[in-house]
C-alpha cells in the first residue's frame, strides 16, 4: 500500500516515531523477559540469561561515536 498523501505520511511517522528509540538499541530486559519466557516453555533447555551474551551493540556504538544517528534524524 503507498501512500500519496504526505499530510497522513507525516502524522503516521510522528504517531510511530516515538515508539523506537534513538539510535535503535535492543531492549536489554525485553530480551531477557523473551529468555525467561523461552526458559519456561522449555524447562529441559539451559539459557543463559547473560543478554550480552546474545546482543553485540558495538556496530551502533561506532556509528553512534561517528554522529551518524544525530546526521540522519536531522538533529545537530
Known amino acids: 500500500m503507498k501512500q500519496k498523501n504526505p499530510a497522513v505520511v507525516e502524522e503516521t511517522y510522528q504517531f510511530f516515531a516515538k515508539t523506537f528509540s534513538s539510535p535503535p538499541r535492543m531492549s536489554h530486559e525485553g530480551m531477557r523477559a523473551a529468555i525467561e519466557m523461552l526458559q519456561q516453555r522449555s524447562p529441559e533447555t539451559k539459557f543463559d540469561t547473560n543478554v550480552s551474551k546474545y546482543v ?11 554522529g551518524f ?8
Open 56 to 66: 553485540d551493540e558495538r556496530l551502533m556504538d561506532e556509528l553512534e561515536r561517528e
Open 69 to 76: 544517528f544525530k546526521k540522519i534524524g536531522g538533529k545537530s
